[in-house]
């Protein structure tokens, strides 16, 4: 009790210290005055009375010393001074101030930026019960049409769901999604709605409840059961403005009436379900029809979440899957074969793709953070030196050494603290571009903002830096040899060779370091260079397209289907300024692939080998539209119909696999059921990455084929945008009731899918470029102390007659051994470390030769630069001026 | 410093000012000062500057308070006066030293036996 009253009171008395002090000046005065007037009154004289009354009171500055430290914490005190001090100095010296806080503010802002990004990607916890043991399953199979034996993971088959479900006892509940888009007509017009249709106990798998109304029940997942429908939050606030009454109420989806059970709580909406859905975020859910019997094994499109048991791994879930697959593929070998399950976190299977490139980024960050740090320290290195001075009079003066370090420390961290003030501005004004360089597809990314978390973490990297670099000058200033400082008197001294290796040592790493960066960004730089030189296979300039899905009811026959799409080309193509026009399933750079298992006849099935390939179907003008080469036979015709023999045209990395030394043409493949009869071979395109590997593709007439969605392709002669509205208008006149999709240039389309890595480039580039310029400036400074230190020595080698060739080889050989050694050093750490890289890198290797030289030049370069300017300047300087400076 | 004269024990002028002012009542800094030095018959090298981080301590413990008012001769003063719990805390100590004086005294009187 006393004691959180001496506490407070204390406390109290540091927010009036300045009141106290007064309070006790009047105090001590009016007590001098008391014993004055007592001593006058025995007889002494006035003077004699104001001696006499000092002389019995004792010390009075003691006494205010010593008040002062029994009411107040002595170190919050001292740390006031230290402040005042600090910031009196920093002002006195504005220049250095400004380079150490800019420098700074670079490093701690670019770190400020990245952790916001990872903050709100990576660290945020999944908003669901117990995440850690929420897990997602996979198929895995032989990469469709792939020729190197890989493995890819793809959705999981409804026969295997049902399986897994039963048969792992590791996993306490099992549920599937399927991303699907359903149209919605309650608008002005027709959309398409990102929707889920999910199994019935994903919501409370998850440990996510309704808002409003409740979850489905597992007897909606049946087939013809009532249909019902949860709304997002979004959706509820957007077209029922938040009215509760909306439960109940009817929703037409595709033609069909669903009836609203019930809203989800806002945290479901946007990141909160990212990565259960292909979608964005879906708005409304749906029930997943499931029936068990005779569930196909061959078709997969489930996405299939889990939770696991207290207690089970993810070793112990992943054994009991491998073991239901290795006896599948025993029992039904013509679905089965080759195929896998992985079980994965949750974590892993929404973030696995942008973890790598985060983390990377954090990395490069810290490395420009700790580049930003040595040289603020060599500056303060620098001033630590021409203040020794200062320093040896205030230790004379009777300061303690831990008092000195104590006010070069506050110093340190008054600077970052501004720094660090500085670099959350830069990081606040740079997100905004960070955001739209950043893949679309990141999860989550909407959330990303400066928030409390972010806030925490750059004051504590600010605090980190400051005792980095603050901490060795701080110390070395302290070190300083008073009697050997106060002598020298205003002759510069030179700081001594301990304190100049440690300043070159520190330019050392710090071009090392820049190094390391450099080559990173180099690299990654060379690879997108080269990925985005890779030729698809088509041309995807002027190219528009975009996605119609033909309703069930109006469009349920194949030839009505078909009637429409030849409709609508023949629509297009008279719009002018369309080259040619194509429709085709799946558009090549999609979100999304087609594949097609398919037997050779005659040949027999080899369970270990099972055949797919890319499958698109597409109309006649598809290989002219998208100016893909037809190398041998024909394209589709308009006699290629329903009724006429089915006919493929497959790619050459196919025919030669296939029938290695054989014409193609006129042999047979079996797709599905029927028999298709090859009629032509076009050259290999990229249908999703442009870093893939050639594979097997095969395309089958639209006509012979006719799906509910198709992708319309337009190639204009000019800006195929330009198109988009005589497009829109036609499709309307030919049905004003069809949604339009996914609208976007081809070429858009493949700069998407190589986003992820433009952005890594982009971002290592930029965090390579800020290190050179720090390094250059570190450089720099150290040059040009070195040069002002040694103005003397270069004055008298000038009046000895030394050249200014020499002088200059003197200064600039000096500062290029350092760079040098730099690079050494850090060649050896790009070796070691842009390995991390490998995975991430297109046609390049990690030791790429050519782009270490050409990073070693740039930094040479750069080096030899900055050590130029000062050289200069000292070269110039006139003897006699040099001479009489000291 | 004058043998005859010794320095104020650690922790005892405390316990002095309070006394002094439960004796005479609320008093200010000047005349606590004299008093005790009366008290003490000037026993005690008392620097009077002392008394006031003593006093200063014994408010932030809580155990005095202090408000600004007139010494006899008008002047601005500040007045100190025993709150309650300095008066328990003087009960204590008074309790304390009693005893403890008497050990020493005992133990002396021993020691001048042997």
Request: charged share 20%; hydrophobic share 45%.
């Given at each position: ?15 009036r ?45 003691q ?124 608008g ?58 909306a ?47 005779g ?79 040595l ?64 893949p ?140 040619s026009?194509?429709?085709?399933f ?41 100016r ?113 999709s ?5 070429e ?57 060739r ?23 750490g ?57 | ?13 405390g ?29 005690l ?15 932030q ?5 202090s ?7 008008g ?24 005893r ?15």
């Amino acid at each position: 009790m006393t004691r959180l009253w001496t506490f407070l009171s204390r406390l109290w008395a540091l927010l009036r210290s300045r009141q106290m002090d007064r309070d006790l000046d009047e105090e001590i005065a009016s007590h001098l005055a008391e014993a004055e007037e007592e001593y006058i009154q025995q007889g002494l004289s006035p003077e004699d009375a104001h001696w006499a009354a000092l002389r019995s009171f004792g010390g009075v500055t003691q006494t205010r010393e010593i008040h002062r430290q029994v009411r107040s914490f002595m170190w919050l005190d001292d740390l006031r001074q230290d402040l005042r001090y600090a910031l009196r100095t920093l002002r006195r010296s504005p220049g250095f101030t400004m380079v150490a806080v800019f420098t700074l503010a670079l490093g701690i802002g670019s770190n400020a930026t990245i952790f916001s990004v990872v903050n709100a990607v990576l660290l945020e916890p999944l908003p669901y019960a117990e995440p850690a043991r929420l897990v997602a399953l996979k198929e895995t199979r032989p990469l469709a049409g792939g020729t190197t034996g890989q493995r890819v993971t793809v959705p999981v088959s409804a026969g295997s769901f049902f399986d897994w479900r039963k048969q792992a006892p590791a996993l306490e509940q099992v549920a599937a999604v399927v991303t699907l888009d359903v149209t919605y007509a309650g608008g002005t017009e027709p959309e398409q709605i990102g929707a889920a249709a999910v199994s019935a106990n994903l919501l409370p798998m998850l440990g996510v409840a309704p808002m409003l109304g409740r979850n489905f029940q597992p007897e909606e997942e049946r087939p013809n059961a009532g249909s019902v429908v949860l709304l997002s939050h979004g959706f509820w606030q957007r077209r029922f403005a938040g009215d509760p009454s909306a439960i109940g109420q009817v929703l037409t989806l595709d033609g069909r009436r669903f009836t609203i059970i019930g809203v989800m709580p806002p945290s479901f909406d946007g990141a909160g379900s990212a990565g259960l859905t292909r979608n964005a975020a879906p708005e409304l859910l749906l029930p997943l029809t499931l029936v068990e019997a005779g569930a196909s094994r061959a078709a997969s499109f489930f996405d299939v979440f889990a939770r696991l048991k207290s207690g089970a791994t993810l070793t112990t879930a992943q054994t009991q899957i491998d073991a239901i697959m290795q006896r599948l593929e025993k029992e039904s070998p013509e679905t089965n074969a080759g195929r896998g399950g992985k079980v994965l976190s949750l974590t892993e299977a929404i973030f696995g793709d942008v973890q790598s490139t985060l983390w990377l980024l954090l990395g490069a960050v810290v490395l420009v953070l700790l580049i930003a740090c040595l040289n603020v320290a060599n500056l303060l290195f620098a001033r630590a030196t021409l203040r020794s001075a200062e320093t040896a009079m205030r230790a004379a003066l009777g300061a303690s050494r831990r008092r000195l370090i104590q006010q070069f420390f506050t110093e340190s961290l008054v600077l970052t603290c501004a720094g660090g003030a500085a670099g959350l501005m830069l990081a606040w004004a740079s997100l905004q571009t960070f955001m739209s360089i950043l893949p679309s597809n990141v999860p989550r990314m909407d959330s990303v903002a400066i928030d409390g978390r972010v806030l925490a973490f750059t004051l504590l990297i600010s605090l980190l830096t400051g005792m980095t670099f603050g901490l060795a000058p701080a110390w070395q200033g302290a070190q300083t040899d008073l009697n050997a400082t106060l002598k020298a008197g205003s002759r510069s001294n030179s700081g001594g060779s301990g304190r100049a290796r440690t300043r070159n040592a520190l330019v050392v790493t710090q071009v090392a370091l820049s190094l390391v960066l450099l080559m990173g960004a180099g690299l990654l730089l060379n690879s997108f260079v080269a990925l985005r030189g890779v030729d698809p296979g088509f041309d995807p300039r002027n190219v528009i397209s975009l996605r119609v899905n033909l309703s069930r009811e109006n469009y349920g026959t194949s030839e009505k289907r078909s009637a429409y799409y030849e409709r609508l080309l023949t629509e297009v193509k008279s719009i002018p300024g369309v080259e040619s026009a194509a429709v085709v399933f799946p558009v090549p750079f999609a979100s999304f692939i087609s594949n097609q298992s398919f037997r050779v006849p005659g040949r027999p099935i080899d369970p270990a080998e099972q055949l797919s390939a890319q499958y698109n179907v597409v109309s006649p003008d598809y290989f002219r539209a998208l100016r893909i080469r037809i190398t041998q036979g024909r394209a589709f015709t308009e006699r290629d119909r329903i009724g006429s023999p089915p006919v493929a045209v497959v790619n050459e990395t196919l025919a030669q696999r296939i029938w290695p030394g054989e014409s193609p043409l006129g042999k047979r493949l079996a797709l599905g059921g029927d028999e298709s009869e090859v009629v032509g071979v076009f050259a290999d395109i990229k249908q999703r990455q442009l870093d893939s590997e050639p594979r097997l593709q095969i395309c089958v007439p639209v006509s012979q084929q006719p799906m509910r969605s198709m992708f319309l392709a337009a190639r204009g002669s000019w800006e195929a945008t330009m198109l988009l509205p005589a497009i829109r208008q036609r499709m309307a006149a030919l049905d004003a009731e069809l949604p339009l999709s996914d609208i976007a240039l081809l070429e858009e389309r493949v700069a998407g899918s190589i986003r992820r890595q433009r952005f890594a480039m982009l971002l290592l580039a930029i965090f390579a470029g800020t290190a050179l310029a720090l390094a250059a400036v570190g450089l720099y400074g150290v040059m040009s102390y070195l040069v002002a230190q040694r103005t003397r020595e270069f004055g008298l080698r000038m009046a000895l007659g030394a050249e200014l060739r020499d002088m200059l080889k003197l200064i600039v050989g000096h500062g290029m051994k350092l760079v040098l050694a730099g690079l050494v050093l850090g060649v050896a750490g790009a070796l070691a470390l842009t390995k991390v890289l490998a995975g991430m890198l297109f046609n390049v290797r990690a030791s790429d030769p050519a782009t270490f030289v050409a990073v070693c030049t740039l930094l040479a370069a750069v080096g030899a630069m900055a050590c130029y300017l000062p050289a200069r300047r000292a070269a110039k300087v006139d003897p006699m001026v040099a001479l009489r400076a000291e | 410093m004058a043998p005859d004269k010794s320095d104020v024990l650690y922790g005892t002028l405390g316990l002095m000012v309070i006394k002094t002012l439960e004796a005479l009542g609320p008093l200010h800094g000047y005349r606590i000062a004299r008093r005790i030095e009366q008290i003490s018959g000037n026993q005690l090298a008392l620097n009077q500057g002392t008394l006031y981080p003593a006093l200063l301590k014994l408010e932030q413990m809580g155990w005095i308070s202090s408000k600004w008012g007139k010494s006899e001769s008008g002047r601005r003063v500040r007045i100190y006066a025993l709150t309650r719990g300095g008066r328990k805390q003087l009960h204590q100590e008074e309790a304390q030293w009693l005893r403890a004086a008497d050990i020493v005294e005992r133990f002396l009187k021993i020691s001048e036996n042997a």
